[in-house]
Structures are given as structure tokens and as C-alpha cells.
């Protein structure tokens, strides 16, 4: 492919001086990073146009509960750089490194092409699954995702191809899981802990969107279907958390071959929903399910995960767009306010004796948040999620969160 050439030969050229050319191209973090659309549009004119961005976000972490967690206090969440590259014949590229939570994990690193409304990518990136999962975290109202982001699959290797006609998006792909318990699946928007197996997924996902007068319907559903096999050292399990990142359910897992649950076999997602907003409005509804074969002991079972969550949002002083950018409309800033709630419930014959003894089948949460948008790259964040387990033996979970995010 001689254009895919000239674009890799293109690339290393320009990335020579790329700490000046790309300051004066940078995108900012409302520039989409996350989601399908992202770094997709050609470059005009005929030269190779490479961009630096990125953003950077403390928190401030205070959360009470049953549950072992980290300790309460500051955090470096995120700091992110983004290196895009873009020709004008189609080719572009991304890498994403994230120096957070004091280690690098490198979290998008991709070459693509887009023309004529098809879009092709392969490397590693998020697949294009659920519609909060797909907004940027530096769009995000509340520090954290809702309690279905559990159920949504972290960044992984594979290959994805998007068609656009009209109001109509079509996305397929195929992905696997990384090979060995050295090569943790680590994503800091999902479970830091989740454990790698050996495993693949194929990605089927259509939306229907339509935008007009600054109004806008996003409809969307999706599905990914896969094997994926565990060890005792990679049992390929995730657990289901809180909004707080906490674990509700989470596997039994003692080190041996007898005790430990691991995945062994089929797997599916399904996920569907809406997002409706207006300049000023935003609502969203999702919901989620998610079945796995586990063996444990010699028996074989599939439990199930069902989740969903309901949120809604208004800006002050300010316009929403459909990426979620909040722009203000005046030197004081704009305030974005929102609430939230949603449910997670697991069920399945013989799911207690899989599931570790402090787990729970069933949860439910609601939360508030405001933010206060300065600039377009700025946003200060303060946020509260209470979080009921339902069992006798646990107390409710709050968790207060305060973050500052720096984009340039």
C-alpha cells in the first residue's frame, strides 16, 4: 500500500519537530479523544499535520463503606497526552500514553484511514461499545462513569470497521484478549485490577443519530460475542463495581485449581441506549447484560450481570455539545449540574458459591454533581454517589469526590 507508506514515512519525519509544530496544532480534550469519531478527519491541504494535546486531572477522594478500597485523599486520576496524525489522502494516527495513578500505561496506540463516511482502524483502542463508555473522560459531569461502565469492556488489540450513511452508524471489529498474566488488561476508566486471559470478542453495534438546531437523538445498540479461557493465575474474571470503583461482586479466587473461579468458555454483551439533549439539556438512558461461562470446583455455570442508569444534566451560562464539550458563554464560566442512579443485579444458579462472601448480587446508587467550566479546558468538579448494597451485613457507601481538570 504505497500510501500507507508514504503516511508511516511521513509520520517519523514529522515527528522531529513535533514539540513545536504540534503546540500550535493542538486539539483540546473537548476534541473527542475517546469516542468513534476521534482524530478521524483528513488534514487539508498536502502536508502531514501532527497535533499535540492532552489534559491532566486531580482528584480528591473521600469514600465510606464495607469495602477494602485505596486510601482516601488526592489522586493523580489522569495525565494524558495525545500525539494524532493526520494526511490528507485519509491515513491517521494515534498514540495515547497515561502517566496516572503512578504508572504508564499506554492507553489508545492505532493507525486508521477514514473516507466517504467508512472508517477503519486496527491497534489498540476502545471498541466502539455503549454510549456513556464512549464519551471522552474529559467531557465526563461526574468524576467516575455510572455503575453500568462495569459491564463495558476496557481498551483492548483488535481491529474495527465503522460505515456512516446518513443518520445510520454501523460498526463491526474483532478483538482479543491479551495473552499472559504479565500482560494485565489495565484500563484507569474500568477495573485496575481486572486480569488477563486468552480470549477474543467480535463487535457488532449500530446508532441511528440525528442532529438539528443545536437538538440532537443518539440511539444505539450493541453486542459482543467471544470465548475467553482463565487460569488460576489469569482467571480472565472482572469484577463489578461501584461508581466509587469499589467491588461489589467479585469472584472467589484462593490460588488453587479447586477454589479459584475462572472463565471457561462463551461469553456475551449486549448494551443499548438513547441520549437526548438540546444546548442546555442532557438525557441519557443505558442498560447492560452480560453472561460468561465460570468453572469452579468442576462445575461449570454462567452467571449473569444486568445493569442500567438513568442521568440528566443542565448548563448554566454556557452550551452542551453533542461530544459533551461544555463551551462558556462568558468570562465567569459555565455551570454544568447533573444527577444520576442505576442498579446492578447478577443472578444465576449456584452464583453464591462462586462469588466471594462480603460480594452482593444486587446494588443500586444515586448521585449528584456540578461543575464549574471556566474555559473549555478547564473544569473544577465536585460530586457525591451514595451506594446501598442489598444484603443485612453491609452499610451504604458514600463517596465524595472533588476533581480539577487541566486540558491544553
Do not use: K
Not at 81 to 98: E, I, K, N, T
Not at 186 to 207: E, K, P, Y
Not at 324 to 334: C, I, L, T, Y
Amino acid at each position: 500500500m504505497p500510501g500507507a507508506l508514504r503516511f508511516a514515512l511521513g509520520v517519523a519525519w514529522c515527528l522531529l519537530p513535533v514539540g513545536v509544530a504540534g503546540a500550535q496544532a493542538a486539539t483540546p480534550p473537548g476534541g473527542r479523544p475517546d469516542d468513534e469519531r476521534d482524530g478521524m478527519a483528513p488534514a487539508s491541504g498536502r502536508d502531514l499535520r501532527v497535533a499535540i494535546s492532552g489534559y491532566v486531572q486531580v482528584d480528591g477522594r473521600w469514600v465510606s463503606g464495607p469495602q477494602t478500597r485505596a486510601p482516601d485523599g488526592l489522586l493523580l486520576r489522569r495525565a494524558r497526552l495525545v500525539f494524532d496524525a493526520s494526511s490528507p489522502d485519509g491515513w491517521h494516527l494515534r498514540l495515547q500514553p497515561d502517566f496516572g495513578q503512578g504508572r504508564v500505561q499506554v492507553q489508545d496506540a492505532y493507525v486508521g484511514f477514514v473516507r466517504h463516511g467508512i472508517t477503519a482502524r486496527a491497534g489498540r483502542f476502545r471498541p466502539a461499545f455503549g454510549t456513556e463508555r464512549m464519551q471522552s473522560s474529559s467531557t465526563l459531569l461526574a468524576p467516575e462513569r455510572g455503575i453500568v461502565n462495569s459491564l463495558m469492556p476496557s481498551r483492548n488489540f483488535g481491529a474495527q470497521f465503522m460505515l456512516e450513511r446518513g443518520p445510520w452508524r454501523l460498526a463491526a471489529g474483532g478483538f482479543r484478549t491479551p495473552i499472559g498474566s504479565d500482560v494485565a488488561s489495565i484500563d484507569t476508566d474500568g477495573d485496575i485490577n481486572a486480569t488477563a486471559g486468552t480470549g477474543h470478542d467480535l463487535l457488532l453495534r449500530v446508532a441511528h443519530v440525528r442532529e438539528q438546531g443545536g437538538r440532537y437523538v443518539e440511539m444505539q445498540s450493541g453486542a459482543l460475542w467471544g470465548r475467553e479461557r482463565g487460569t488460576v493465575d489469569a482467571p480472565a474474571l472482572s469484577r463489578v463495581l461501584s461508581v466509587a470503583q469499589q467491588p461489589i461482586l467479585t469472584f472467589v479466587d484462593d490460588g488453587t485449581p479447586t477454589g479459584t473461579a475462572r472463565a471457561a468458555g462463551a461469553r456475551a454483551r449486549l448494551t443499548s441506549g438513547a441520549l437526548i439533549g438540546t444546548r442546555r439539556h442532557v438525557l441519557a438512558l443505558e442498560g447492560a447484560w452480560f453472561a460468561q461461562r465460570v468453572a469452579h470446583g468442576g462445575v461449570e455455570r454462567t452467571p449473569v450481570v444486568g445493569a442500567g442508569t438513568l442521568r440528566f444534566a443542565r448548563v448554566w451560562h454556557g452550551e452542551r455539545a453533542r461530544s459533551q464539550d461544555v463551551v462558556p458563554a462568558s468570562a465567569r464560566g459555565a455551570l454544568d449540574v447533573g444527577v444520576r442512579a442505576g442498579f446492578v443485579r447478577a443472578w444465576g444458579e449456584g452464583l453464591r458459591s462462586i462469588i466471594t462472601r462480603n460480594s452482593v448480587s444486587s446494588a443500586r446508587t444515586v448521585g449528584v454533581a456540578m461543575s464549574w467550566v471556566p474555559t473549555r479546558l478547564t473544569r473544577a468538579t465536585v460530586s457525591y454517589d451514595l451506594t446501598e448494597r442489598r444484603s443485612n451485613r453491609t452499610q451504604p457507601e458514600h463517596a465524595l469526590h472533588v476533581r480539577w481538570q487541566q486540558g491544553f
